[in-house]
C-alpha cells in the first residue's frame, strides 16, 4: 500500500501543474488548498502520529524521539532555503524559469524524504498512510502550480521532464525504503515516523499557519481547516469501528 500511495501523489504535483497553466482563479485554488491540509496535517499529528510515537517511546527512548524530531525540521529548513514563497511573482522570463527550476530540485529531495516517511507509517497502518499521503498532497499543489508558470515557455520535452522528476519524486522516496524494508527493524519506523512529524510540524508552523494568516477570505479558510480536519478525524473513526 505504501508505494501505491506515493506513487498516487504524484498526481497532486500535476494537479498543481495543470492548475498554473490553465486556471483562471489561482489564488483561490491555493487558499484552499493550503487551508485543507492545515487542518489535515494537524489532526493527523494529534490524532495518530504523536500518539503512536508516544506510546511505543519506550522501543525508541526520548532522547532518539526527539533527534528524529529535529532532524525532520533541520531537512526542511535547509531544502526550504532553495524554495521561493508561494506568492512570490516573476518579473521576467528568465527569474520565471529560474524560480520554478529551483522549486523542482528542492521539491524533488524534499519529497524523496517525505516519501519514506509515508513508506513507514504504511507500515504501521495503511489507512493512516492513505491520510497522511493526501495531507501531504495537497499541500503540494502549491508547489506545482510554481513549477508549472516557470516552466510554461519551455519546450514539450523539457516540460514533461521536469514534471515528470518532480511527480515520480515521491514514488522513489517509497522506493527506497521498500528496497531496504528487509533491513528494517521497529526502531527504524518509529525514527522515521519522528522524522515525518518533524517535517509536518515545520510545514504547519512555517508554511500553512503563515499563508492562512495572511489570507483575505478569513471565513473561507477556517471552513476549508474545519474540512482538513474533520475529514481526517472521521477516517479515522471509521478505521477504530472496522
Known amino acids: 500500500m505504501g508505494l501505491v500511495v506515493t506513487f498516487i501523489l504524484g498526481a497532486f504535483v500535476l494537479a498543481g501543474a495543470a492548475i498554473g497553466a490553465f486556471a483562471k482563479n489561482e489564488e483561490l485554488i491555493r487558499e484552499v488548498s493550503i487551508a485543507v491540509a492545515l487542518g489535515a496535517m494537524a489532526m493527523l499529528l494529534i490524532e495518530d502520529l504523536v500518539p503512536e510515537v508516544v506510546e511505543e517511546a519506550s522501543v525508541l527512548g526520548y532522547p532518539l524521539i526527539a533527534v528524529g524530531i529535529a532532524l525532520g525540521v533541520a531537512v526542511l529548513v535547509v531544502l526550504d532555503r532553495f524554495l521561493p514563497d508561494h ?8 527569474s520565471a524559469l529560474h524560480i520554478g527550476l529551483a522549486t523542482a530540485i528542492a521539491l524533488i529531495i524534499h519529497n524523496i524524504v517525505e516519501g519514506m516517511g509515508v513508506y513507514s507509517v504504511s507500515i504501521e497502518s495503511a489507512t493512516l498512510s492513505v491520510l497522511l499521503g ?11 502550480m510554481i513549477v508549472s508558470a516557470g516552466i510554461r515557455d519551455q519546450s514539450t520535452p523539457q516540460k514533461i521532464a521536469v514534471l515528470a522528476a518532480a511527480s515520480l519524486s515521491t514514488f522513489v522516496g517509497g522506493l527506497v525504503m521498500f528496497t531496504l524494508s528487509s533491513a528494517i527493524d521497529e526502531r527504524i519506523v518509529l525514527f522515521m515516523i519522528c522524522l515525518t512529524i518533524g517535517m509536518l510540524g515545520y510545514i504547519i508552523l512555517f508554511e500553512l ?3 492562512v494568516v495572511c489570507s483575505k477570505n478569513k471565513p473561507m479558510a477556517l471552513l476549508c481547516i474545519v474540512i482538513g480536519l474533520a475529514a481526517v478525524a472521521a477516517s479515522g473513526l471509521l478505521e477504530g469501528l472496522a
Open 134 to 144: 493526501i495531507g501531504i498532497g495537497i499541500h503540494n499543489i502549491p508547489m506545482g
Open 87 to 94: 506568492h512570490h511573482e516573476a518579473d521576467h522570463d528568465d
Open 209 to 211: 499557519v503563515p499563508h
